[in-house]
């Protein structure tokens, strides 16, 4: 579908192991439906690789490919209107880059939210 397209999930970063663990379980998830070239992660901080380092090798090994790039985040804030995109200005000349919008109050993510709930409820109502 967007084979054209390299796909690169961008994440907080953490010293956890977690947060790592479950950007690439994103990736995987994602890589299997096969919609995109390649499928990446990368991290503003602590984790690697870094944003950086997966734009450096995109742009090395393919100038001019297109890229898009999503903040795995809830909200727009400061690493997604200022970091990510101050980040991203450096790579333009080298790569065609769109960039994404972090995922916001999608209703998909309220059905998330709301199956969490019931399920520690339950979890819950068992204890007792």
Do not use: W
Not at 61 to 79: D, E, I, Q, W, Y
Not at 103 to 115: E, N, P, Q, S, Y
Request: net charge neutral; no cysteine.
């Amino acid at each position: 579908m967007f084979k054209d397209v390299d796909l690169v999930l961008v994440g907080h970063g953490s010293v956890l192991p977690y947060n790592e663990e479950l950007m690439e379980t994103f990736r995987r998830k994602i890589e299997r439906r096969r919609l995109f070239r390649s499928v990446r992660i990368a991290f503003l901080q602590r984790s690697k690789p870094s944003l950086e380092e997966v734009l450096e090798e995109l742009a090395a090994t393919s100038p001019g490919r297109k890229v898009l790039v999503l903040p795995v985040f809830l909200a727009k804030g400061t690493h997604t209107l200022k970091d990510i995109p101050e980040i991203l200005e450096s790579y333009g000349e080298n790569l065609k880059i769109i960039y994404g919008e972090p995922l916001g109050a999608d209703d998909r993510i309220v059905d998330v939210l709301i199956d969490r709930a019931k399920a520690t409820l339950m979890a819950a109502a068992d204890k007792t």
